[in-house]
């Protein structure tokens, strides 16, 4: 599965961003998408999760109730909404998929196969 990630973009404080990760080549609804984040001199971080089907979602503790993961199977799509944007979420975002037969998504980027080439969110303050 070929995957790019949208949607970044300069925003201040308090903003909000929706990023897009579209996938091509294969069944989508058979992977696990996951979103991770690097802020520059730092390790790549869980961000947030959504299971194939869409009914399990798993998310970083710094997102809780400002970030939200969704993903439209027939538009092989999964949107993250960010709300309540802090400076400290600037960072390049990737997404990331990883086929399960069953309903699960992981947080580690170690279980996911396909990366998308990410996308730059920088928060001013």
């Given amino acids: 599965v070929q995957l790019q990630a949208s949607g970044g973009g300069l925003v201040q404080a308090g903003g909000s961003l929706r990023l897009s990760c579209a996938a ?70 990737y997404c990331a998929a990883a086929e399960y037969h069953t309903d699960y998504a992981p947080r580690s980027s170690y279980e996911y196969d396909y990366w998308g080439q990410g996308t730059l969110v920088t928060v001013s303050s």
């Fill in 24 to 93: 091509s080549g294969s069944t989508f609804s058979n992977y696990a998408v996951g979103w991770f984040r690097q802020a520059p001199g730092k390790e790549r971080d869980f961000v947030e999760a959504i299971t194939g089907s869409g009914t399990g979602i798993y998310y970083a503790d710094f997102v809780k109730g400002r970030f939200t993961i969704s993903r439209d199977n027939a538009k092989n799509t999964v949107y993250l909404q960010m709300n309540s944007l802090k400076p400290e979420d600037t960072a390049v975002y």
